[in-house]
Structure formats: C-alpha cells, structure tokens
C-alpha cells in the first residue's frame, strides 16, 4: 500500500538557519509529489510540487524539495527561515487507485523557527 | 478568481446529533474532496466527488457520507455524532488529480460534547 512517511513531527530552528523537512514515501508506482504548508487557523496552501523532469523543483516562500526516486524521498529545504515560516507543512502524493487518483497525506511536520 | 468557500467555519454539537458541513468549490473545478485533520493523525482521506460521483471513500465508518451536486458544491454528513469525531474537517477542491494542485478551504472546526 502507497503511505507518506514524514519523520519529524516538530522542528525548531533559528531565525535564518537553514532547514530540511525530510518525507518518504512507499509507492510500487510512479507518484506525483507535493508540499503543502498549513498556518494556524487556515487550509493547506501549495508550496511546490513535482510532476516530471528536473529532480529539484523550486516554490514559493524560498522553499525548494529534491525528488530522489532511489532512496524515494522528496526532502523540503530552506537555506535560510524566517519567523514568518513558523507553520504546519505536510507532504503528500497523488497515487493511482480503482481507476482514478487520490491524495495520501504525511502526518504532517510542526516547523517553529525561534528569533 | 474565488477560493475554496467551507460553512460554517466552527460547530458545536451533542454527541449523538448529526451534522451538515458545507463546500463550494473553485468555480471550474469538477473534483472536491473531503478530509478528516486531527492532532497526531494528520490528513485522513474520507472521500473524493467528481462529478456528482463519488470516485473513491476512505476507511470512515458508514456515518461519514457525503454528496456532490451539479454545480460541483457538495456535502459531508456525520451522523450519530461521537467524541472522537471533533476534528477539522477540510475540504480540497482541484481540477481532478493526479497532477493537479488541490486547493484547501479553511475548513470547519466541529467540536462534539
């Protein structure tokens, strides 16, 4: 069964330190993949995604995710956070099933950047 | 254009009651479906509507139902409500995966008591 594994549950940074969100997933099948970021009180909002093509895809906010297909990760970075990135962000794939697609979600990593 | 447009934003109800949550979709978009967002359990994936179809359903108990009308607006329905369903419930309207961006309301806060 395809599942999305995101491996920290929080992470606290300081202001303009670098970061890394890390999201494996386990899928028999070519995936679609993407980041979503979520602040308090809000829906999920787009930050990239990868469809095909170049292994490094670029977002919005400075944020930028490598797919890895051996090691079958798509790791989110920052090189450098600001307050402003204190926020929920969640990984997730687009997997084939009973003829169409759905999304599987991770549980989701609690970025807090610290002044 | 208009976003993803979920009512109401906070409910209170009686465990037992039952509920009615509200989605209007991004004008356009055929596909909506619906999550359940706890603490520690993140996204839990109810169901999928595309045109007025249910395309796929999660591993909710039968309570959990849901519809989509021809506009593409649709409706979720808990029925004999438990504790354990307080959660917010999201709704992500998209032009049908599997590449496609799903676009997020800001969900309803159902708080059951």
């Known amino acids: 069964a395809q599942s999305v594994t995101q491996l920290d549950s929080q992470v606290p940074v300081f202001e303009e330190a670098p970061v890394e969100l890390r999201c494996n997933y386990s899928?028999?099948?070519?995936?679609?993949l993407f980041w979503y970021v979520q602040y308090p009180n809000q829906g999920l909002q787009l930050l990239l995604k990868y469809l095909s093509g170049s292994t490094l895809v670029k977002g919005i906010n400075g944020f930028e995710a490598e797919f890895n297909k051996s090691q079958t990760s798509f790791h989110l970075r920052k090189p450098s956070v600001h307050i402003s990135d204190t926020a929920e962000y969640f990984c997730a794939v687009s997997v084939p099933t009973s003829g169409t697609y759905k999304y599987i979600f991770g549980t989701g990593t609690r970025l807090k950047v610290l002044a | 254009k208009a976003g993803v447009t979920q009512t109401p934003r906070y409910l209170i109800k009686t465990r037992g009651q039952q509920v009615t949550l509200s989605c209007s979709p991004i004008?356009?978009?055929?596909?909506v479906s619906w999550y359940q967002q706890t603490p520690g359990q993140g996204l839990q994936f109810l169901f999928e509507?595309?045109?007025?179809?249910?395309?796929n359903k999660g591993n909710f108990p039968g309570r959990f139902s849901g519809r989509q009308f021809s506009n593409s607006r649709s409706e979720m329905n808990v029925s004999t409500l438990e504790l354990g369903d307080s959660a917010l419930y999201l709704c992500?309207?998209?032009?049908?995966?599997?590449?496609?961006?799903?676009?997020f309301g800001q969900g309803t806060r159902l708080t059951v008591v």
């Open positions: 004008s356009g978009h055929r596909s």
């Open positions: 992500a309207s998209s032009l049908g995966p599997p590449n496609t961006e799903a676009f």
């Open positions: 899928s028999s099948v070519s995936v679609y």
């Open positions: 509507y595309f045109s007025e179809t249910q395309r």
